[in-house]
Each structure stands twice: as C-alpha cells, then as structure tokens.
C-alpha cells in the first residue's frame, strides 16, 4: 500500500475497494485499528497539534476525505487515485459488510438513533462522551464510528480504543451522521463531482465559515508555501 505525505501527515493511495478490503483484513486479524479520513481541514490543525498530528501519522489506514487532498498531491506530483469520503465508506460497511455490529458515537440532535432505525447492524449508540465506554462494551460491537468532529474524535479513539476490546475498527467520521440521517442534505451529484460539496455546505450552514476558511483558503495557501520551500524534497 502506498502513501503520501501531505504537510507533514501520511495519506494512503488507496481505493474505496481496496479501504473495504483492508477493513476485512482488520475484523479479521484478531487485532484493534483505527482508521482516519483526514480532510484539508485536519492538515491545518495538524501544523499546531503535534498530538494530533501524530494519531494521524500512527493509524492503520489514512484516507483521503476532501477533494482538496486530491488537488494538493496532483499539485504536489504524487497523484491520489480517488477520493474515500468518510459518509461513502459509512455507506459502503453499511451494505457491504453486513455481518458485523456497529456502535455510533457522537452526532447531534438525535443523528445516531434515527440512523439505527434503519440499519440492523447497528448494536448501539450514544452522543454522551462520558458514558460512552461503558455503553460500548454492554454491545460488544466489531466496528465503532465516531462522529465528533476533529480532533476530538482521533483523540479520543487513541485514548480510548484499548478500553473497548470488542471493538477491531475505529473510523472517525466527522459530520457522517447528519447526512446519514437526513438531517443535513448532501450536495448535488454536479457539486461533488466539480469539488464544490464545501460550496453547497457553506449554503446550508453559514457557521460553518472557519472550516470552509482553514479548507479553501489557509490549507491551499500552506501547501504552496511548502511546495516552493521544499521544492527538492519528496515529502511535503
């Protein structure tokens, strides 16, 4: 499997095919993993978090959220084959991996519990931090997502995942869950298609200004300060 680096944290060129098949390999090697799905956003915070940065650089499997990430390594000269946007690979374990528990950790406004109305694999949820471990345990789920935005969710899977031993894979997925549950909706097929899903976003939720801000316009700005810095270098 090979990767990139981007800013200082460690991109994986993999497919969405190839994410589902190391994530089998994973519920199957008797081992835990936690898989991150980094988007231009996390690379910002990552330039003044070194313990982010570095839960980043140790996971099992990082994955290109953000179609940033895929103009920043063409950019860069180390091409990303495809975008694995963390809401997609939810999808994609939802249907393709349907043998296994899921708990849901995290979400808002009642995000998690109308997703479980429909997916049977669902064993559990909570959006209460605290008594989050111990609600794990009681369903002894295979697969954990975690939806409480960066970097929360990164941290509080390293710090957490040994005291969750049913639990083979942690995936921190951001704002899956609204989308999931209808309570935000996505953006049109031509947005995602054009990179212009942050566009529609920004539309549906103007709090959101300082993400789309670190994503749109800090992130690009770091990356060709890097580039022109470190022109000779391999690693960004």
Not at 77 to 90: D, F, I, Q, S, Y
Not at 134 to 142: D, F, K, L, V, Y
Not at 199 to 210: C, G, N, Q, T, Y
Not at 212 to 218: A, K, L, Q
Request: with cysteine.
């Amino acid at each position: 499997m090979s990767s990139l680096h981007i800013l200082g944290v460690r991109i994986d060129n993999v497919s969405m095919a190839e994410v589902l098949d190391k994530i089998r390999d994973f519920l199957g090697d008797g081992r835990q993993h936690y898989v991150v799905t980094p988007n231009p956003e996390f690379l910002v915070l990552a330039q003044k978090d070194n313990e982010f940065r570095d839960i980043l650089n140790q996971a099992d499997l990082s994955v290109a959220d953000g179609v940033g990430l895929i103009f920043a390594s063409r950019f860069l000269g180390e091409p990303l084959r495809e975008r694995v946007a963390g809401v997609n690979l939810v999808q994609n374990l939802r249907f393709k991996i349907r043998d296994l528990r899921i708990f849901l950790l995290g979400g808002r406004n009642g995000a998690a519990e109308k997703i479980a109305e429909d997916w049977p694999q669902i064993a559990g949820f909570t959006e209460k931090i605290d008594e989050a471990v111990n609600s794990i345990n009681r369903c002894q789920p295979e697969i954990l997502l975690v939806a409480l935005g960066a970097p929360k969710q990164e941290k509080w899977i390293a710090q957490n995942l040994g005291k969750i031993p049913s639990v083979k894979v942690a995936i921190g997925v951001g704002g899956a869950f609204d989308l999931l549950s209808g309570q935000i909706k996505r953006a049109p097929k031509i947005f995602q298609a054009l990179g212009l899903e942050w566009l529609w976003r920004l539309f549906r939720e103007p709090r959101r200004w300082r993400k789309v801000w670190r994503s749109v316009v800090v992130f690009p700005i770091i990356v060709l300060r890097q580039k022109l810095l470190f022109s000779n270098s391999q690693e960004y």
